[in-house]
């Protein structure tokens, strides 16, 4: 054991250290602090973004601007969704945003600015299917959801528990994906769900298409956590050879009519899998 002698010359040091490395720091220049106060402000309404994201997709703003032609002016939209005229100003000012974000694309060329469709406002259109890529406004609505927005307010006092249970769980008392979760809350579980199944489901007749090579000389296959069978139905069109058998909870399956051509199984991914010549397992299931 050490002195106190030992113990009082180690906090010397230690502070002599720490004042050396103290009078080695750089202090920033005026343009570096500047630019530091407009980045502040920037991380600081970060939320703001995500907000007027969940905004318009609420409000159907995409799905309204493919309705008119591709090309809607703020008049054209008030009028489209009947908004009261006086929120016009407040409507530009989200759209401004947007715009820049990327979600729209403005057109400023004449006297009227106009907004388009980009590559990512195609995906938030309702009941369009855009080269096999399903709408993903339910993804919007459940990541901007009070539930994880409240869970991401409270991190700071998640951090200072000393609890095994995230965020989430600790805040609500329910998993995602989980029964507890339609309990809970079973409107919000139905969004969640509707999320997971077509972020699933995005661009895979792309890797038909690419990597169909795959998925040749097979027979057999189960997708686990396979939703309502939309993955497996596209590879047994591409692949009619392959017989499809889709895993998942008994909540999800029970939920699913039978439709003759894919074979739905009731179970667990972790306990048990359907024997087949290949598994498909998607990453994302296993991090939730």
């Given at each position: 054991r050490k002195t106190p002698h030992q113990i009082a010359r180690g906090r010397v040091?230690?502070?002599?250290?720490?004042?050396?490395?103290?009078q080695q720091l750089t202090v920033p220049t005026e343009a570096e602090l500047l630019q530091g106060q407009a980045d502040l402000w920037r991380h600081s309404l970060y939320y703001m973004t995500s907000m007027a994201f969940q905004c318009v997709v609420k409000l159907g703003i995409p799905t309204t601007i493919h309705s008119?032609?591709?090309?809607?002016?703020?008049p054209d939209l008030v009028a489209a969704l009947s908004l009261p005229p006086a929120k016009l100003p407040y409507l530009r000012r989200i759209m401004r945003l947007l715009a820049t974000s990327g979600v729209f694309a403005a057109d400023n060329a004449a006297d009227v600015v106009t907004y388009r469709l980009t590559p990512l406002s195609w995906l938030l259109l309702d009941g369009v299917a855009v080269?096999?890529?399903?709408s993903q406004t339910s993804c919007v609505l459940a990541s901007t959801s009070r539930h994880c927005v409240e869970a991401a307010m409270g991190l700071s006092d998640w951090f200072k528990k000393d609890v095994a249970a995230s965020p989430?769980?600790?805040?609500?008392?329910?998993?995602?994906f989980d029964e507890s979760m339609a309990e809970h809350d079973p409107e919000i579980?139905?969004?969640?769900?509707?999320?997971?199944?077509?972020?699933?489901?995005?661009?895979?007749?792309?890797v038909l298409r690419e990597c169909g090579t795959i998925f040749q000389g097979l027979e057999s296959l189960t997708?686990?956590?396979?939703?309502?069978?939309?993955?497996?139905?596209?590879?047994?069109?591409?692949?009619?050879?392959?017989?499809?058998?889709?895993?998942?909870?008994?909540?999800v399956i029970d939920s699913v009519p039978a439709d003759g051509v894919v074979n739905y199984v009731a179970g667990d991914m972790f306990k048990s899998i359907p024997p087949a010549q290949a598994v498909l397992v998607k990453v994302q299931h296993i991090a939730n």
């Open positions: 040091i230690k502070l002599a250290t720490m004042a050396a490395q103290a008119l032609g591709g090309a809607a002016s703020l080269d096999g890529h399903p989430f769980e600790d805040l609500h008392g329910v998993t995602l579980d139905a969004v969640f769900n509707e999320a997971l199944a077509s972020h699933d489901n995005s661009g895979f007749l792309t997708d686990c956590c396979g939703g309502d069978g939309t993955t497996a139905r596209a590879i047994m069109e591409a692949f009619p050879q392959i017989k499809c058998t889709v895993l998942d909870l008994p909540r």
